[in-house]
Each structure stands twice: as structure tokens, then as C-alpha cells.
């Protein structure tokens, strides 16, 4: 069974860095696109970035282009999600997301909170 778990997230001052991982187990990462959403408290959800299964094609909401990175080791079964110059208003739930034969995957998601 495919899962998603997300450590890391917490808090972090503006201007600062945070880096969020996704750990994929049950299946082969490789063979998967994937993608991060958030959400913020009162607003909907909204995908912030995703990556091809080779990694080479990536795409970013317009608000964290220039700051924030998406990677993936496929070797690791990883997804990582590199934030930089955090905002106030990047404080929100962040969510490692992936689709199987129409099924959506999503994990727990993890808390990032950027306040001084």
C-alpha cells in the first residue's frame, strides 16, 4: 500500500529556511509524479509545486517561485520541498501528494508556521 509521510516543518522566523521531506514507501517513487500542496488556516487548499518521475520537469505556484525548490532521490524514495525566504503567509499545513490508477494519496501533512 502506497503511503506518505511527511517529517519535519515547525517553526521558523521570516526570511528564513526550512526543508520538507516526503517518505514514500509501498511502491517504486519512480514511477509516480508528486506534488505539495497547503493549506492555510480559512483558505482553501492549493498546490505549491510538483515534479516529474524523472525530475526534471517542475512546476510552481507563482507566490513561492525563486523561493522555494522541489527535488526527488528516487534511490531514497524521496521528495523534498527546499523553502527559502519564508513569508508570514507561507504559514500553513504542507501536504505530499501523489495519484495511482485515479487514486489520490496524500500524507498527514506537516506544520510550517513562520513567525518571528
Known amino acids: 500500500q502506497l503511503q506518505l509521510v511527511e517529517p519535519g516543518g515547525g517553526l521558523v522566523q521570516p526570511g528564513g529556511s526550512l526543508r520538507l521531506s516526503c517518505e514514500v514507501s509501498?511502491?517504486?517513487?519512480?514511477?509516480?509524479?508528486f506534488a505539495w500542496f497547503r493549506q492555510a488556516p480559512g483558505k482553501e487548499r492549493e498546490e505549491v509545486s510538483c515534479?516529474?518521475?524523472?525530475?526534471?520537469?517542475?512546476k510552481y505556484t507563482d507566490s513561492v517561485k525563486g523561493r522555494l525548490a522541489i527535488s526527488r532521490n528516487n534511490a531514497r524514495n524521496t521528495v523534498s520541498l527546499q523553502m527559502n525566504a519564508l513569508k508570514s503567509e507561507d504559514t500553513a499545513v504542507y501536504c505530499c501528494?501523489?495519484?495511482?490508477?485515479?487514486?489520490?494519496?496524500w500524507g498527514r501533512g506537516t506544520q510550517v508556521t513562520v513567525s518571528s
Open positions: 509501498g511502491v517504486t517513487s519512480d514511477n509516480y509524479r
Open positions: 515534479i516529474s518521475q524523472s525530475g526534471y520537469s517542475t
Open positions: 501528494h501523489t495519484r495511482s490508477r485515479a487514486t489520490d494519496f
